[in-house]
């Protein structure tokens, strides 16, 4: 059982940046892929940005390239996602993902693939 746990959501302005956290315990950290998605309100969950358990691949939505980065420090049992330029259309409930079978490079873009789930961090761009 692996436990996430998101932080680092807030309000920021259209144009500002925010740096989110997911915090993993219970297992070994560096054994899963993780991920990020979104859910804004009536819409569907959607893939951020993903990162092997090695770091040496990272994912990004196209909405996401050049403004995000994702990373990963396994010392630390620790996820992160560093947010630039942000706009409106990012507001969102964001989530980190553990996956620990992801092996292909289509299967990090697909949340079913990933076997646990934090609870969410509210970020919200005004205009």
């Known amino acids: 059982q692996v436990q996430l746990v998101e932080s680092g959501g807030g309000l920021v302005q259209a144009g500002g940046s925010l740096r989110l956290s997911c915090a993993a315990s219970?297992?070994?950290?560096?054994?899963?892929?993780m991920g990020w998605f979104r859910q804004a309100p009536g819409k569907e969950r959607e893939f951020v940005s993903a990162?092997?358990?090695?770091?040496?691949?990272?994912y990004y939505a196209d909405s996401e390239k050049g403004r995000f980065t994702v990373s990963r420090d396994n010392a630390k049992n620790t996820m992160y996602l560093q947010m630039n330029r942000l706009k409106p259309e990012d507001t969102a409930v964001y989530y980190c993902?553990?996956?620990?079978?992801?092996?292909?490079?289509?299967?990090?873009?697909?949340?079913?693939?990933?076997?646990?789930w934090g609870q969410g961090t509210q970020v919200t761009v005004s205009s």
């Open positions: 993902a553990a996956g620990e079978g992801i092996t292909y490079s289509s299967a990090y873009y697909y949340a079913p693939a990933y076997d646990y």
């Open positions: 219970g297992h070994t950290f560096n054994n899963y892929a």
């Open positions: 990162i092997s358990w090695s770091s040496g691949t990272t």
